[in-house]
C-alpha cells in the first residue's frame, strides 16, 4: 500500500537522497554506484520515508522541524 507524502516528507526524503549522494560523489552517476552505494541511498531515503509515516501517525506529534533551511530542495512541492 503506498502512503502519500506530505510534503515536509517528501523533502525529508530529497534530503536524504542529497545527503547520501554527496557522500558518494554527485559526480558519480547513479549507474555508476556500487552495491554499497546504492544500498547507502536507498536506506537514507527509507528511513526518512518512515521517519515520516511515523510522525503522521502519532496525531499527538507535529512535523519535526528539524531540518535546517539552508538544506537542499527547499524550493515549494506543488500540489
Do not use: W
Not at 20 to 44: C, H, M, N, S
Amino acid at each position: 500500500m503506498t502512503h502519500p507524502l506530505t510534503p515536509d516528507a517528501q523533502r525529508a526524503c530529497l534530503r536524504a537522497l542529497a545527503s547520501a549522494a554527496a557522500r558518494v560523489g554527485f559526480d558519480v552517476p547513479l549507474a555508476k554506484y556500487t552495491q554499497v552505494q546504492a544500498t547507502e541511498v536507498i536506506e537514507a531515503v527509507t528511513m526518512a520515508y518512515e521517519k515520516s509515516l511515523h510522525v503522521q501517525s502519532e496525531p499527538s506529534n507535529k512535523p519535526n522541524k528539524t531540518l535546517t533551511d539552508d538544506a537542499p530542495f527547499d524550493d515549494p512541492i506543488p500540489f
